[in-house]
């Protein structure tokens, strides 16, 4: 059932609440929830990687469960409680219970001096240690004497998640929609990813005669996709069209869009087209490592055509990695904008192709299958004529509609209702 507005806006807000609280990570209980809630509104298939099996160059880790932790102070005081906010602790932290010094503790603290109010989020996925993340403000307050630590955590052999929707169309060609779902309480730079693709896959579902396939992708960032690759790459290899990774889609910055290593192919210039004619102001970088699973999609040997198109870009916005990256800072109107701009991409690919115009020889008589005007004064607007005479000109069975709109500085998808008429007509 398609949703208005309103209901999208609303139906957002209530996912992100509860999927807000949940502690993910790259393995374990918070991945698996997230996913099962997500699919609820989604026909999402959940599979399976054990602990040590080898993935290209890297190995599944094991899976980190948590349960509680905090610590104590020599007043009695208990701070860095995990139950009131899951990135107090260094995520995959070993666990701990036992007594130190104010000393020893502080080789275990983190913080951040030029943010002394928020919360860091640390990680030791693939070193074993135990950690907390404080405020620096709550750092400074420490006195000196004997602190209990206390981790309730273990780390075993188990097996790292992902999972994926399709939405089946005529073509085996392949869009992809990759986002990831392993970091703890962050909006921006967590939530606002698969609750954008959560959103998408409702109205893309809604689309009838779908000329491509579409794939929706929740893995835990990096180890997560490049299990998912060994798995899966070769056939997304030979069958990807496009695809893009869904991350900090839902802060107040002007639009961003990370171009694939391939730069100047579809995938890009379908998205720098729709930024062009839908958002009064945008930004393009260039492909780089430092950023999110574009990277491995873009790695030598899959080199695949995936882009980024995001708002400000991760470690841009000073909320980054911290607790400051919460609901306040996020709104749900622009998380909703960042969907609109992925659905009209969608819907290019959808509309964009090479026609041929049935009559090559000379423009076709409109008049007569009923494309022309009864009558037209000088006064009349003529551009949805022109464009129209404008598309039969380029179609000569090479040039695509997304070049054809472009040379006009028209949007594809002012060329829908065109599209259809022409094909009613028999004219393409």
């Not at 993910?24 to 989604?42: C, H, K, Q, Y």
């Not at 839908?278 to 574009?294: A, H, K, M, R, W």
């Not at 607790?323 to 904008?337: A, R, T, V």
């Amino acid at each position: 059932m398609s949703l208005n507005r309103e209901e999208e806006l609303a139906k957002l807000e209530h996912y992100f609440d509860r999927l807000w609280p949940i502690c993910r990570s790259l393995t374990g209980d918070g991945v698996r929830e997230s996913l099962a809630i997500l699919g609820e509104e989604m026909d999402l298939k959940t599979s399976a990687i054990k602990s040590g099996e080898q993935v290209f160059d890297w190995t599944v880790p094991k899976e980190w469960r948590i349960r509680d932790a905090y610590i104590v102070c020599p007043d009695g005081r208990k701070i860095a409680q995990f139950k009131e906010n899951n990135l107090h602790v260094l995520n995959y932290s070993t666990p701990v219970d036992r007594m130190v010094s104010l000393e020893e503790l502080k080789d275990h603290l983190y913080s951040l001096p030029s943010m002394p109010k928020a919360i860091p989020y640390v990680t030791s996925y693939y070193k074993e240690k135990w950690g907390f993340c404080i405020s620096h403000e709550e750092l400074e307050r420490l006195g000196e004497g004997d602190y209990r630590v206390f981790i309730d955590s273990e780390l075993f052999d188990g097996e790292l998640n992902y999972a994926e929707a399709v939405l089946e169309g005529e073509s085996g060609k392949e869009i992809l929609f990759s986002t990831y779902i392993c970091h703890p309480s962050m909006a921006n730079n967590e939530l606002s990813g698969p609750l954008a693709t959560l959103m998408l896959y409702r109205r893309l579902q809604a689309v009838k005669n779908r000329k491509f396939t579409y794939r929706f992708l929740f893995a835990p960032e990096t180890i997560g996709v490049i299990a998912y690759l060994a798995r899966e790459g070769q056939g997304l290899k030979a069958n990807l069209e496009a695809g893009y990774v869904l991350t900090c889609c839902g802060d107040r910055g002007i639009p961003t869009y990370k171009r694939s290593k391939k730069e100047t192919h579809l995938v890009d210039e379908m998205a720098i087209h729709t930024l062009k004619h839908l958002s009064d102001e945008f930004n393009t970088i260039p492909f780089s490592v430092g950023g999110s699973d574009e990277r491995q999609y873009c790695s030598p040997g899959f080199n695949l055509p995936v882009g980024s198109l995001m708002r400000t870009p991760y470690q841009q916005f000073k909320e980054y990695h911290t607790s400051f990256d919460n609901k306040d800072f996020i709104s749900f109107g622009h998380l909703l904008e960042t969907v609109d701009f992925y659905t009209k991409i969608a819907q290019g690919f959808e509309l964009n192709d090479c026609y041929l115009n049935a009559v090559q020889y000379c423009e076709p008589q409109l008049g007569k299958r009923g494309l022309y005007p009864d009558s037209i004064t000088s006064e009349d607007p003529r551009t949805e004529l022109h464009r129209l005479l404008h598309f039969l000109s380029f179609s000569d069975g090479r040039t695509s509609l997304l070049k054809i709109a472009e040379l006009r500085n028209d949007h594809i998808l002012d060329y829908v209702d065109i599209v259809n008429r022409c094909k009613n007509a028999g004219l393409v």
